[in-house]
């Protein structure tokens, strides 16, 4: 990393709190201005496997169009096997020193470093979000959805840990109902305690839902019919388990829907099939009667098998919603337009001190 290089961490206070699709809107505006970056996931937290993870540092990369002088894979993955070893007294390795020698490989005028899903995770190899800033000498910029009023909570507590580190906070998915509350109440309440509020990004549809290609992926499912409308986005989830008169009116409510039910329930898979559905998911081991194929073929609705129950199905898909993968593009363009839009891009670089040639 050249002398002039700056690091910047983006953390957040829970997982799943937007950080990707923040990290890559904001690299983007910055490359526009001819700012280079450089891009680092110090700890792994996917769940499933290290090359899962990688393909998500690779896809920023790509997206970016960023060398590999410019990127950093993870140096490890909150996996059991890496906990177990590192509790056991297996692993000794100095992981601050391996976190100055990373960034310090990273070429760039500016690097992001992703900090895992929450501001402890991480402790046990001195790789919390607050280790890491001070190994490294970096200051925080921190993501958070409005889940409620107490919001401001996790940012005090941030504030105290990190103090002059912190360098502004982003609101991310605020409900249009809630975003009078967050500029006159929130942000001032914030602003007043030295916590800049640098970004107030509104709710999405789109950003919430998920695409039924990641659907497939993350249920392991067999695609039986129309894999050419994968790319049908699904923005909430039903459950088919009650009688056809009921469901039909439950059904209606749901609007680009996945419907979850068994195999053998061909009365309410017909059912929502006359309705907004994006795909119907079939559990158990039944097979579907050879009508309903033909009918989802003729509405171009995907069915898909999975050989799952329906509450492991529901979990898998439930947690789905609201993750940005950097696979599905009209989410990247959709973060893209609403970081342009309500995050306060010059302020940033004020703070930051990043000096850049237009």
């Known amino acids: 990393m050249a002398k002039s290089a700056k690091s910047l961490i983006i953390g957040s206070v829970k997982a799943y709190s937007g950080k990707t699709g923040i990290i890559l809107s904001i690299a983007r505006q910055l490359q526009e201005k001819n700012i280079a970056i450089a891009y680092g996931k ?9 090359e899962n993870d990688e393909g998500d540092v690779g896809a920023i990369a790509r997206v970016l169009a ?22 056991g007294g297996e692993d000794t390795t100095n992981y601050t020193q391996a976190l100055v020698n990373f ?63 912190l360098l502004g906070v982003i609101i991310n998915d605020i409900p249009i109902e809630k975003s009078e509350e967050v500029q006159t109440l929130i942000k001032p309440f914030l602003e007043n305690l030295g916590i800049a509020v640098l970004g107030m990004l509104p709710s999405s549809r789109l950003l919430r839902s998920v695409s039924v290609r990641e659907l497939v992926r993350q249920l392991g499912a067999t695609v039986l019919c129309r894999s050419d409308r994968l790319d049908l986005m699904v923005e909430s989830l039903t459950i088919g ?13 749901g609007e680009n829907k996945a419907v979850i039910t068994g195999g053998g329930r061909s009365d309410l898979q017909l059912a929502a099939l006359e309705t907004s559905t994006s795909c119907l998911i079939l559990t158990g081991h039944t097979p579907p009667q050879p009508m309903i194929l033909s009918r989802a073929e003729d509405l171009e609705i995907p069915i898909l098998a999975v050989n799952l129950d329906t509450l492991t199905t529901v979990e898998i898909v439930d947690r789905a919603f609201g993750q940005v993968r950097l696979q599905e593009q009209i989410k990247i363009e959709c973060i893209q337009e609403l970081t342009s839009q309500y995050f306060d891009l010059d302020r940033f670089l004020t703070k930051l001190g990043v000096i850049h040639h237009s």
């Open 42 to 50: 110090p700890v792994g937290t996917r769940e499933t496997t290290a």
């Open 66 to 87: 960023l060398s590999e002088a410019q990127t950093g894979k993870p140096l490890l993955y909150l996996n059991k096997k890496n906990l177990d070893r590192r509790l």
């Open 103 to 165: 960034v310090g490989r990273l070429e760039g005028d500016l690097v992001f470093l992703e900090a895992a899903g929450t501001l402890d995770e991480g402790s046990l190899f001195d790789l919390s979000l607050e280790q890491m800033a001070e190994a490294v000498d970096s200051r925080v910029l921190l993501v958070s959805r409005y889940t409620s009023s107490s919001i401001p909570d996790s940012f005090l507590k941030a504030k105290k840990d990190l103090g002059d580190r």
């Open 241 to 253: 388990a009650m009688n056809v008169n009921s469901a039909l009116e439950y059904f209606r409510q």
